[in-house]
Structures are given as structure tokens and as C-alpha cells.
């Protein structure tokens, strides 16, 4: 069966400091890789998304950037944090082709003091 | 792109009635329709999805339905109880992008 690794589970960075998101998938080759953001009492925000090795779609202009270097691992990133970049982020994947669920990694709750 | 508008975003309902929370979408290519539940602090999980090949689904207490022509769907709880307490988002697709409603918290009453 196929799991999703994200990690760490909880950040706490100051504003001006680098960021580094892992999200790793096991049990499925070639899937569709996602990064959400939700805002505290919001909804979820595509961020990214990615439907093979080098290949990353932006949604929304902001200074977070992501890679995905390997089939199965998406990373998101940042040079300097900024603290509008609060929020609990979510990586998630789906099988490659359309109209598949997306399952989620258990979150990264990020705040930027 | 895709845009989802969902109501209420708060419900309250004395457990052991129905919960209904509905959306309405803008991309008349979108064919996908699935629900998740958030619960505090977690991530969000899938509990029904359709498409657009079906009108009604069915599992257990939770059924979904969807009007194409109008462009809406709904989310149904019958008999309702103090677990399906939590944030409910509604969500759809034309493509492998999913696009979100902002999503309605249900309080189940004892």
C-alpha cells in the first residue's frame, strides 16, 4: 500500500531564515506531488504541484519555490521566511493521470517568529 | 481556473439529524468531486468523492449528489453523531488540480 512520509511534524523559524519542506511517497511509481498551505481556520491553498521529475507547476507568486529531485520526493523551500508564511503545510499525492484522490501527509505546522 | 464556493461555513445540529453542506462550482470541464474531513489539528482525509458519470453516491450515513447542469453538489449526514464533528471541504477538478471550498465546521450537539 501506498504511504506518505512528510516531516518535521511542527517548525519554528525566525523571519529572515531558509525553510526546507521533505515529503516523500513509498508503494507508487510516477505519482502527482502537491503542497498546500492552510491558513489558521482557512482552506487549503495549492501552492505547488508536480506531475514528474523536474516538472513543478506554481499556483500562487509568493517566495517559496519547490523541487522535486527524485520520482517519489518533493521539497519545498524558502530563502527568507516571512511571517505571512505562518500556516500548516500539507504535501499530498495522487496517482498520475486525472480525476484521483489526493492523500495527505500528516502536515507541517510552520511559525515564523 | 477552478473556483469553489461552499455554505455554510458553520453548522450545528443536534446529534441524530441530518447535516447538509453544498457547493457550487465554475468550470463546467471539472468531472471530479470528492469530500474531505479535517479533524483538529490532522490532515485532511477523503470519506466519498464522485464523478461527474453519476448523480448520487452512497456509503453508509454519508451520501453525495450532484447536479451538473447547475454546477452544485451536496453533502449529506444522516444521523448524525458526536464523531462527525469536525471541518468538511468540498472540492473539484477538471484535471489533477483540486480546487477547495473553504469549508463548513460541523458541531454535533449531544
Known amino acids: 500500500s501506498q504511504t506518505i512520509h512528510q516531516w518535521p511534524a511542527t517548525l519554528v523559524q525566525p523571519v529572515g531564515s531558509p525553510l526546507s519542506l521533505e515529503c516523500t511517497v513509498e508503494g507508487t511509481s510516477n505519482p502527482n506531488l502537491y503542497w498546500y498551505r492552510q491558513a489558521a481556520g482557512r482552506g487549503l491553498q495549492l501552492l505547488f504541484y508536480s506531475v514528474g521529475i523536474g516538472q513543478i507547476s506554481s499556483e500562487v507568486p509568493q517566495n517559496l519555490s519547490a523541487s522535486r529531485p527524485q520520482d517519489r520526493q518533493f521539497i519545498l523551500s524558502s530563502k527568507k521566511l516571512l511571517l505571512s508564511d505562518s500556516g500548516f503545510y500539507l504535501c499530498a499525492w495522487s496517482l498520475g493521470g486525472s480525476n484521483s484522490p489526493l492523500h495527505f501527509g500528516n502536515g507541517t505546522r510552520l511559525t515564523v517568529t | 481556473g477552478e473556483n469553489v464556493e461552499q455554505h455554510p461555513s458553520t453548522l450545528s445540529v443536534q446529534e441524530g439529524d441530518s447535516a447538509v453542506i453544498k457547493c457550487t462550482y465554475s468550470d463546467s470541464a471539472s468531472n471530479y468531486f470528492p469530500w474531505y474531513k479535517q479533524e483538529l489539528g490532522k490532515r485532511p482525509q477523503l470519506i466519498i468523492d464522485?464523478?461527474?458519470?453519476?448523480g448520487e453516491k452512497k456509503d453508509q450515513r454519508i451520501a453525495v449528489t450532484l447536479n451538473k447542469t447547475a454546477k452544485h453538489f451536496s453533502l449529506h449526514i444522516t444521523e448524525t453523531q458526536p464523531e462527525d464533528s469536525a471541518v468538511y471541504f468540498c472540492a473539484a477538478s477538471p484535471d489533477y488540480k483540486l480546487s477547495f471550498g473553504a469549508g463548513t465546521t460541523v458541531t454535533v450537539r449531544a
Open positions: 464522485i464523478r461527474s458519470n453519476v
